[in-house]
């Protein structure tokens, strides 16, 4: 059985939400698998980053896999697979590309066998897989995301929000590896730190629940993760400022950078003029950006050729 999966991009943390807040982008990676009782594998890969992503064993699509597979007990009867990968997101920027990985292996693994592991439990083994829940999360889901992790598992509430938002993405041309980006962050915060990013996050979500536009854009800093990162991305605060004065509601990193992401909203319609303030904000620091405007998804991952229909 051949099964393609459609899953998309994702921005973490929000600003202040840093490894729980999430967002679906309408960005999307394709992955089509076919699992073989014979050991070998059979990568294709095309798209965004193709030529630096391993063909062999230590591909993060069939290392998913390979995790479901145990976890199910099958992993002696589906030993091989081919697999055919278009990624359409871009890689080691920020928007979660290791997440759609992940994501895609384990929805059209989880499919061929029969569907053993709900969007819970998937939830749960991507996390596992990937550290932290705030990528995987709206992966799986689409839309906005809020994750937790205690000693019972990983917990996610998804919801659209209730104002029409576009995004803004200023995407670096440099790569910033999440475990380089990570390495900077201290180890204790402040509690008044702590303080500031709770209530904007706490904020950040009901705003976005209300659809309540005015209070959302006071929402975007942060303490806990963004000023430790600034030093690897050049001009960083400099593009968040001139995506606010070409009128977008905020800005922020996108997961640990170094793409920057803008909210927008859709009733101003000035994407395009907060896309060149950002873009130009990023030359004066000599770093050179593309520019993308994508939308929410609100569908998460989902089977293509649904073999149930
Ligand atoms: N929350 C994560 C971070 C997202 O900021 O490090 C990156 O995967």
């Known amino acids: 059985m051949k099964i393609k999966v459609r899953v998309p991009a994702t921005s973490a943390n929000c600003g202040p939400g840093f490894d729980c807040i999430g967002l679906a982008l309408d960005i ?10 014979e050991p070998g594998l059979d990568i294709t890969l095309t798209g965004e980053g193709a030529k630096y992503i391993p063909t062999d064993e230590r591909n993060i699509v069939w290392r998913s896999i390979k995790v479901l597979l145990e976890k199910a007990g099958m992993d002696n009867l589906y030993q091989g697979a081919v697999i055919t990968m278009d990624n359409q997101g871009p890689m080691s920027r920020g928007l979660g590309s290791s997440a759609t990985a992940i994501v895609a292996g384990l929805k059209a693994a989880n499919t061929i066998i029969g569907n053993p592991y709900d969007r819970k439990e998937l939830l749960q083994i991507a996390t596992e897989i990937e550290g932290h829940p705030d990528n995987v999360a709206p992966a799986i889901y689409g839309g906005f995301t809020i994750s937790t992790v205690n000693d019972l598992g990983v917990e996610c509430f998804a919801f659209r ?5 576009q995004f803004v993405v200023a995407v670096p041309d440099f790569p910033l590896p999440t475990r380089e980006a990570r390495s900077v962050l201290p180890k204790m915060v402040k509690m008044s730190d702590a303080i500031y990013n709770i209530g904007r996050a706490s904020m950040m979500v009901a705003a976005l629940c209300r659809g309540n536009v005015r209070f959302l854009k006071n929402v975007f800093d ?27 509601v905020g ?11 803008a909210f927008i909203d859709e009733e101003r319609d000035n994407a395009e003029r907060v896309g060149e303030a950002m873009r130009t904000a990023f030359v004066r620091h000599d770093v050179k950006a593309a520019i993308l405007k994508p939308h929410l998804d609100t569908r998460g991952a989902y089977i293509v050729n649904d073999p149930l229909g």
């Open 251 to 261: 800005a922020c990193l996108s997961g640990a950078g170094p793409s920057i992401i």
């Open 222 to 248: 942060d303490k806990l993760h963004q000023p430790f990162r600034a030093e690897l991305i050049p001009g960083m605060y400099d593009v968040f400022e001139a995506a606010r004065k070409a009128g977008a």
């Open 161 to 165: 929000p209730k104002c029409n938002l």
């Open 28 to 37: 999307y990676s394709t992955l089509e698998l076919e699992l073989k009782p």
